[in-house]
C-alpha cells in the first residue's frame, strides 16, 4: 500500500513499464548480436576478399559515380513523360470498363481486354516486343527511337495496373454518393466526375504512389533495347573496370530515390487507415 | 388534382415484392407521413417517386405528368423533386456551400456568383450562415443533415422528399431538423416522409399512411390513425412504435 503511494503507479502501469524495458533489452540483444554475426562472420567466408574487391571497391564508386548520376537522368527523364500519361491513359481504361451505354460496349470490351493483355505478360517482354518491333516497321528517324517505343511499352503496362487501381477506387465510394448525385438531379456523366471521381482518386493515391516507385525502377528495363541509362551504364563500366562497384552505385542511386518515397506512400496508407477508423 | 398521385405502384427486387401496388395522394402543401416497420416499403416506395428505382408497374404523376413513363429521362424529374436521406450523404470533398451549390450550377447552368446570394440566403435561413464554409465532417450529425436539406433546396424542388432523416442523429439532435421540416411546411413546401417519429408525425402531418408488406393498408389525419386506428395490425404496431 505504502509502496503504491510512493510510486504514484498503479500495478498496471508497473506492470507495464516493466515489461516495455524488457522489451527494448530483448530487441537491443538481438540486434548487437544480428550486427556482430554480419561484420564477424562474413568476412570471414572463403570468397569475401574477392567480393570486397569487386564489389564494394570505394576507388571505383568515386571514379564511376558522377557518369551514374549522369545516367540516371534518363531514367527521371522517362519516368517523367511515362508517369503522366499511364496517369492519363489508366484512368481513361479504369472509366472505358465502367462504361454503362451499350454504344461504349466495345470500349468496355477493349480496357477489358487492355488490362488482361497487358497485366498478363511480364514488363521485360512487352518492352522487347514494342521496342524492337515497332522499329522494326523500318520508320524514319525519331520515329524508330527506342525512347519512344520502349516508353510506349511501359505506359502501356502500367496503364493497366493503374487502371485496376482507379477501379477500385471508384468501387470504394459508398453507393449512396451516388444516389444523392442523382437525386438532385445530376447526370451520370456529372455525377462520376464531380462527385464519384474527386473521392475515389484521393482514396487510391497511396496505392498510385506505390505504382510510380516500382515505375521508376522499371524504367531500367528500357536498357534492354538501348537507352544508356544508369543500369546500362552501370553494366559498361563493369565490362571496362572488371568491377561490379557500378552497380552497387546504381542501387545506392536508387535507393535515395525510393526509400523517401516509399516512406512518404507508407505515411499517406497509414494516415488513410486513421481517417478511415 | 393531386401534385403528387402514385397508381398501383409494383416494386420487386428478384422474387422479393417491396412495394406490392402502393396508391397514394399528396396535395399541394400537404405533409404525408409514411409510418411502418423497417422492410415495410417506406424508403423503396420514396426512392421510386424520385426514380432512383425504376416500377415494374404502375404510374407516379407529377402534376398530373406521367413520371414514370419507361424511358423517360430521369434528370429533369429528379431536378424538382428533392431527397433527403438517412445518412446524410453529402459530398465529404465539399465544403457545405459547394454541396449545396453544385447541382444548380451543373443542371440549372447557372454561374457562382449568381446562385451565391440565394443559396447563402438559405444557409442564412437554416441558421447555418457560419458553417457554409466548413467540410462535412467538420459538422455535427444535425447540422449536416440540415446542409443535406438546403442542398436539394438549392434546387427549388416542388416536392420533397424525407427518408428518415433523423435515424441516424443523436436524440439531442433531431429535434433542430425536425424544426426545419415544420418551417418547410409553414412555407408551403409538399412532403413526404418516411419516418418513425411517431410524436412528430401525430403533430405536424396532414395524412399518415401505415405500410406493411409494401401496402398502405390503413391511412388518414393522424387524429384518426393514432387515436382511432381501424385495423388491428395497425394498433399493434403503434402500441410497440409509442411504447
Redesign the interface.
Known amino acids: 500500500m505504502n509502496d503504491k503511494k510512493a510510486a504514484g503507479l498503479t500495478r498496471r502501469q508497473r506492470y507495464d513499464i516493466q515489461q516495455k524495458r524488457r522489451a527494448l533489452l530483448v530487441a537491443s540483444a538481438s540486434t548487437v548480436f544480428v550486427v556482430v554475426a554480419l561484420v564477424v562472420l562474413v568476412p570471414l567466408t572463403p570468397g569475401w576478399e574477392k567480393v570486397q574487391k569487386s564489389f564494394f571497391n570505394g576507388a571505383v564508386l568515386a571514379k564511376t559515380f558522377p557518369r551514374l548520376l549522369e545516367a540516371f537522368k534518363i531514367n527521371v527523364m522517362i519516368f517523367a513523360w511515362s508517369a503522366p500519361a499511364i496517369a492519363v491513359l489508366g484512368l481513361l481504361i479504369a472509366l472505358a470498363r465502367d462504361a454503362k451505354s451499350p454504344a461504349l460496349f466495345p470500349l468496355r470490351i477493349f480496357g477489358a481486354a487492355f488490362t488482361d493483355v497487358f497485366r498478363g505478360v511480364p514488363v521485360v517482354l512487352t518492352v522487347y516486343l514494342i521496342g524492337f518491333g515497332i522499329p522494326g516497321l523500318g520508320l524514319p528517324r525519331p520515329w524508330n527511337s527506342p525512347y519512344i517505343w520502349g516508353s510506349l511499352a511501359l505506359i502501356l503496362t502500367y496503364s493497366a495496373y493503374v487502371a485496376e487501381i482507379f477501379r477500385s477506387g471508384i468501387d470504394s465510394v459508398h453507393q449512396s454518393q451516388r444516389s444523392a448525385a442523382l437525386s438532385l438531379g445530376l447526370s451520370e456523366r456529372q455525377t462520376m466526375r464531380d462527385v464519384i471521381l474527386p473521392q475515389a482518386i484521393r482514396n487510391v493515391v497511396p496505392s498510385q504512389m506505390n505504382m510510380l516507385i516500382a515505375l521508376q525502377k522499371d524504367v531500367s528495363l528500357l536498357s534492354f533495347i538501348g537507352p544508356v541509362e544508369i543500369f546500362r551504364q552501370a553494366g559498361v563500366f563493369k565490362s571496362l573496370l572488371a568491377s561490379f562497384t557500378p552497380y552497387v552505385g546504381a542501387a545506392i542511386i536508387f535507393l535515395v530515390v525510393t526509400i523517401p518515397a516509399t516512406r512518404y506512400a507508407d505515411y499517406l496508407m497509414a494516415r488513410q487507415t486513421r481517417e478511415r477508423s | 388534382m393531386a401534385k403528387l398521385e402514385l397508381r398501383n405502384v409494383v416494386k420487386r427486387f428478384g422474387d422479393r415484392t417491396v412495394c406490392a401496388g402502393i396508391d397514394l395522394d399528396v396535395e399541394e402543401g400537404q405533409m404525408v407521413c409514411l409510418i411502418g416497420a423497417s422492410g415495410a416499403g417506406k424508403s423503396t416506395l420514396l ?1 421510386c417517386i ?1 426514380l ?1 428505382e425504376t416500377i415494374e408497374d404502375g404510374e407516379i404523376f407529377l402534376d398530373g405528368n406521367d413520371i414514370s413513363i419507361p424511358g423517360l429521362d ?3 424529374v ?6 433527403v ?1 438517412q ?1 446524410f ?5 465539399m465544403t457545405a456551400l459547394e454541396n449545396a451549390m ?2 444548380p450550377r ?2 440549372r447552368g447557372l454561374s457562382r456568383a449568381d446562385l451565391l446570394p440565394e443559396v447563402e440566403d438559405l444557409f442564412r435561413r437554416f441558421d447555418l450562415a457560419d458553417r457554409m464554409h466548413n467540410y462535412p465532417d467538420q459538422l455535427s450529425g444535425g447540422q449536416q443533415q440540415r446542409v ?1 436539406i438546403v ?2 433546396l438549392a ?1 427549388r424542388p416542388e416536392v420533397m422528399l424525407f427518408d428518415e432523416i433523423t435515424s441516424a442523429l443523436d436524440p439531442q439532435l433531431v429535434g433542430e431538423v425536425l424544426d426545419v421540416l415544420l418551417a418547410l411546411k409553414k412555407q408551403g413546401m409538399t412532403m413526404v416522409l418516411a419516418t418513425h417519429e411517431m410524436g412528430f408525425a401525430r403533430q405536424a402531418a396532414d395524412k399518415v399512411c401505415f405500410l406493411k408488406d409494401g401496402r398502405i393498408i390503413e391511412e388518414g389525419p393522424p387524429s384518426t390513425l393514432f387515436e382511432a386506428p381501424k385495423l388491428a395490425e395497425t394498433k399493434a404496431f403503434l402500441a410497440r412504435a409509442l411504447k
Open positions: 426512392r424520385n432512383l430521369p434528370q429533369s429528379r431536378a424538382s423533386i428533392g431527397m436521406f445518412s450523404n453529402l459530398f465529404p470533398h453544385l447541382a451543373r443542371v443535406a442542398r436539394a434546387m
